[in-house]
Nanobody
Framework: VQLVESGGGLAQPGGSLRLSCAPS????????AGWFRQVPGKEREGVSC????????YYSDTVKGRFTISRDAAKNTVYLQMNRLKPEDPAVYYC????????????????????WGQGTQVTVSS
């Protein structure tokens, strides 16, 4: 499944952005989906994940309480609502999905996801 992200851009510290992830020519209905982010020189960090069946979610400690992941089955889209953005949030954000994965509090690993988007840049600056 090819994924396409949108919604990145520039926000002020304390501001908000909403990222969207939609598949190209397929459905995300039977996939767990997640968001990773990466800054140059650092490993990709898993920030949030949502399950396909029960809609349960996982958040990394760095975004918990500020970011919300959700999915709209009718629109075949997964969202990441990012509020109270901080100077440490800028990165390229990637959407990922997998039909077999179950997200849990154990965290996220890149190797658990088989489908990826091309990434969207998020910048936080005043």
């Amino acid at each position: 499944v090819q994924l396409v992200e949108s919604g990145g851009g520039l926000a002020q510290p304390g501001g908000s952005l909403r990222l969207s992830c939609a598949p190209s020519g397929a459905t995300l209905r039977y996939h767990a989906a997640g968001w990773f982010r990466q800054v140059p020189g650092k490993e990709r960090e898993g920030v949030s994940c949502i399950n396909r069946s029960d809609g349960t979610t996982y958040y990394s400690d760095t975004v918990k309480g500020r970011f919300t992941i959700s999915r709209d089955a009718a629109k075949n889209t997964v969202y990441l609502q990012m509020n109270r953005l901080k100077p440490e949030d800028p990165a390229v954000y990637y959407c990922a999905a997998d039909p077999m994965l179950y997200c849990s509090d154990d965290g996220m690993s890149e190797g658990d996801f088989t489908s990826w988007g091309q990434g969207t840049q998020v910048t936080v600056s005043s």
